[in-house]
Structure formats: structure tokens, C-alpha cells
């Protein structure tokens, strides 16, 4: 096919991430790591959040979302493209990742794959969280994990959330889990978890937030959280595992390894 010969650039790696307003940063790291991790892949980054596109256009910076960034890449004549995708869950945003990639395979002659969303193995996702409980949990301190969830309970991957919900609350007593805005949310389960932990003799909590990036969520919610529970316990937000100020699951080494392994497994499926 003469339209082929313009495909001359071996593989491109695209990012497939929701963005952030205020911590926009974190993408730009992780970007570096797969860079290093994959040094014959061009690396680019898309963002879904129309929000963060518009703000940081208004900044002077130029991001693109997925369409914007395959077509660019598929110009460019790269003959594999993996799209990564940087979802914690594999839920309405991953959804909305398969079905761009669905949609470009139809006539780009580029090879394009999509990685899974990152907790979304069953092994890997039990050994994550429990290795998460096991790093922050503190004696006599319950662990208030905040699970941000989905708008709609038929939602693809909602039993992924299920899983990690349920799974924290039985590998530890001191675990309670709720969500934002998905099943089980905190607005309409504070009542209910104020009422099991005085029963359970909780003194002290730390807020989990189980957010990838931690952004407008962790400034607004996760302190409303804090502050409606303070006067019924001493509370606060866990600190983050390496040297930022917030928790984010995104800088959480397995969280790392995890998407740098999905990416490999579409190197090796697409025989390349």
C-alpha cells in the first residue's frame, strides 16, 4: 500500500490521562519515567479534562486531548502506538479510551493499542492495596479510605471499586471505605461510619484519598471530609509516602510499575 511508506517512525507512546489543575506536574514526572523506562518510544501526553485544557491554555500551554494527540502521532507516520491509560479504575474514562482507539484503528494505518487501566488485574490489585494498608496504616489511627467513584452503578468496571472497597475493609479492622460520588458515598454514609467506629472505639483517623492525582478533590473535598469528623474524632489527612505534601497515588512506586508493565505487555502483543 503506497500510504504505508510514510509510516517510517517505529512506536509512539501516548499517556491517556484525565489532567490536573493544580497538579499538572505529576503527569509531566510520570511522562519522564516512561521516557527513561522506554528510550526508543517517543512519549506524548493527552488530557480528557476539558477543564484543565482550557486552563492551561489560558496559561500559554498547549496540551491536547486523545483524538487531537493520535492524529498528530498517526501524521507523524508512527507505525505502533501504545496509549497507556493513566486511570486508577477501569471505568467511564477507560470506557471512553477503548472506544477512541476502537474508532482510529477503523482507518489510521497505524498499529494502535490500549494498555489496561491500572488496577484492573485482580492479582496485582490485591497485592497494591495491601501493600498500600501495610505502609500508612499507624497503631490505634483508622484508615478512612475515600474511593472516588462512579456517577452510575451500571457503569464498565464498577466491580473493580466494588473489589477495592470491600477488600480494605476486610484485610484490616481499622479500614473504612466510602466514596465522592459513587456507591456508598460519604454525604450519605457519615451517619453510618461515625455510628460503627465510636461502636469500634476509634479515637484517631488519617484520610485515605485513593485519587491518582490529588487536585481540586483533595483541596475541597477531602477537608470538608476532615472537618465534618472532627468533632467526633482527631483527624487528619495521611501524609504522602515520598517527599510531596499531598498524597497521591501517582507517585507510589508499585502505582509506577504497574503502568510501565501494561505498556510492555502491548510492546510484546504487538509483536514489536
Keep these: 500500500m503506497k500510504r504505508y511508506r ?15 489543575v493544580v497538579e499538572q506536574q505529576k503527569y509531566l514526572d510520570l511522562k519522564n519515567v516512561v521516557e527513561e523506562k522506554f528510550p526508543q518510544s517517543d512519549v506524548f501526553l493527552s488530557f480528557s479534562s ?74 496485582e490489585t490485591t497485592l497494591f492495596l495491601k501493600k498500600l494498608d501495610e505502609t500508612i496504616s499507624r497503631l490505634d489511627v483508622a484508615n478512612l479510605y475515600i474511593i472516588h467513584g462512579t456517577p452510575r452503578l451500571e457503569m464498565q468496571g464498577i466491580d473493580s471499586i466494588s473489589y477495592a472497597h470491600n477488600f480494605l475493609e476486610e484485610i484490616n479492622d481499622s479500614n473504612y471505605a466510602c466514596s465522592l460520588e459513587g456507591a456508598y458515598p460519604f454525604y450519605a454514609m457519615k451517619d453510618t461510619l461515625i455510628k460503627k467506629m465510636k461502636k469500634d472505639g476509634v479515637k484517631k483517623i488519617q484520610i485515605v484519598p485513593m485519587l491518582l ?60
Excluded at 484543565?52 to 507516520?77: C, I, M, R, S, T
Excluded at 497521591?248 to 505487555?265: A, F, S, W
Design 6 to 20: 510514510h509510516y517510517k517512525k517505529e512506536r509512539a507512546i501516548v499517556l491517556s490521562c484525565f489532567g490536573s
Design 213 to 272: 492525582v490529588s487536585g481540586n478533590h483533595y483541596k475541597k473535598d477531602m477537608f470538608e471530609i476532615k472537618e465534618e469528623l472532627s468533632g467526633d474524632f482527631e483527624i487528619d489527612i495521611v501524609k504522602s509516602t515520598t517527599n510531596s505534601d499531598r498524597f497521591n497515588l501517582i507517585e507510589v512506586e508499585d502505582i509506577k510499575k504497574m503502568i510501565l508493565q501494561n505498556i510492555e505487555e502491548e510492546i510484546i502483543k504487538s509483536g514489536n
Design 50 to 123: 476539558r477543564m484543565v485544557l482550557k486552563h492551561v491554555k489560558k496559561q500559554g500551554l498547549e496540551y491536547k486531548n486523545l483524538p487531537q494527540v493520535l492524529a498528530d502521532v498517526d501524521l507523524d507516520g508512527y507505525k505502533h502506538i501504545v496509549v497507556s491509560s493513566i486511570n486508577i479504575f477501569p471505568t467511564d474514562e477507560h470506557a471512553f479510551l477503548q472506544n477512541i482507539v476502537k474508532g482510529f484503528n477503523n482507518f489510521s494505518l497505524s498499529h494502535i493499542r490500549c494498555s489496561d487501566a491500572i488496577l484492573t488485574k485482580t492479582k
